[in-house]
């Protein structure tokens, strides 16, 4: 079955740039969608189809990806952005819906 | 804007069936995938299954062989049967609506139901 990696954890302080990363084998082939999960909050589609933001969603967050590694980048990081985000893709080969483990977004 | 509200038992026997249903505010279901996503306490999130009003269904291969989800049109609702359950099933279970599984992802979202399996 597809997998997805996402690191646990990442720091950032705020006013920075948080990069997380979500590794798959050729995931640039495939559409990858972010979620942002506060606690005892559902989900929150935040990225969808690789790059485009949902509406109301800020363009302070965005996302690539290419190759092996989809990205999901929130610039001018505030204490509100603290949460754990996961990606998804559709892979109609197997499962087809994929989610990653999750990265929990720590802001310093 | 389309809502959804989860709702069913929060408490269900270990070999029994977890039955919930999903109540969703918009005019029509048509043209959507309705499904459910689970979530174990601290865990991630786990895929269970989606359906479309075509009849087109996709499942977790995992939990394919004890799992239905129906489609109720003139309610506006759907459900979600996992029989033969043990405390492995013991999750937060969301309702989720998505215009295109493989484009958009899933854009709306219930606001959950803490299913525990237990005697």
């Known amino acids: 079955s597809y997998v997805l990696t996402q690191p646990h954890s990442v720091s950032v302080a705020p006013g920075k740039t948080a990069s997380l990363g979500c590794a798959g084998k050729?995931?640039?082939?495939?559409?990858v969608h972010w979620y942002q999960q506060k606690p005892g909050q559902a989900p929150l589609l935040v990225i969808y189809?690789?790059?485009d933001r949902p509406s109301g969603i800020p363009e302070r967050f965005s996302g690539s990806n290419s190759g092996d590694t989809a990205t999901l980048t929130i610039s001018r990081v505030e204490a509100g952005d603290e949460a754990d985000y996961f990606c998804?893709?559709?892979?109609?080969?197997?499962?087809?819906?994929?989610f990653g483990g999750g990265t929990r977004l720590t802001v310093l | 804007q389309v809502q959804l509200q989860e709702s069913g038992p929060g408490l269900v026997k270990p070999s029994g069936t977890l039955s919930l249903t999903c109540t969703v505010s918009?005019?029509?279901?048509?043209?959507?995938?309705w499904g459910w996503i689970r979530q174990s306490p601290g865990k991630g999130l786990e895929w269970i299954g989606v359906?479309?009003?075509?009849?087109?269904?996709f499942y977790n291969p995992s939990l394919k062989s004890r799992v239905t989800i129906s489609l109720d049109m003139s309610k506006t609702q759907f459900s979600l049967n996992l029989t033969s359950v043990t405390a492995a099933d013991t999750a937060v279970y969301y309702c989720?609506?998505?215009?295109?599984?493989?484009?958009?992802?899933?854009?709306?979202w219930g606001q959950g139901t803490l299913v525990t399996v237990s005697s």
């Open positions: 189809s690789d790059s």
């Open positions: 998804q893709v559709w892979d109609s080969s197997t499962d087809p819906v994929v």
């Open positions: 989720a609506g998505s215009l295109s599984i493989s484009a958009a992802g899933f854009a709306y």
């Open positions: 050729n995931i640039g082939g495939k559409s």
């Open positions: 918009t005019g029509s279901m048509t043209g959507y995938y």
């Open positions: 359906v479309h009003n075509t009849d087109s269904s």
